[in-house]
């Protein structure tokens, strides 16, 4: 679904022994400015990321949310040839726990799909 709330990516990760690997960011640069990227929160766990109910897999140090402006564009992004030659520089750095697109919902949207979700299983 495209729609006026865009996409989203929720990343959580932690940081491997070593720098940041520079090369990723070079190469996911370029892809991500074409795609409409926008970082819209992130951070440390413990300095501004607090879990309020559950449990982030064992040893995360990290969460980021990016926005685009659309599921395509995401999807556009992800698959593109640039980022995926970047994904193994990133590897080298950061052991990511999950990566999750999560397509944007009005109140309405998301309200109408739980409740089918319910009815299903019933």
């Not at 932690?14 to 690997?21: A, F, V």
């Not at 074409?34 to 040893?59: D, Q, S």
Request: glycine share 10%.
């Amino acid at each position: 679904m495209d729609n006026r709330l865009g996409a989203y990516i929720v990343a959580c990760g932690t940081m491997l022994e070593g720098e940041t690997n520079a090369e990723y960011a070079a190469r996911a640069a370029g892809p991500a400015e074409e795609a409409g990227l926008k970082v819209i929160a992130g951070g440390l766990l413990g300095t501004n990321v607090e879990v309020l109910e559950g449990a982030l897999p064992e040893r995360t140090q990290f969460m980021a949310i990016e926005h685009f402006p659309s599921m395509d564009a995401l999807k556009s992004f992800w698959h593109s040839e640039g980022y995926q030659s970047a994904i193994p520089f990133r590897q080298e750095s950061v052991k990511m726990h999950f990566i999750v697109a999560l397509d944007g919902q009005s109140p309405e949207e998301m309200s109408a799909e739980l409740q089918e979700a319910k009815e299903r299983s019933r």
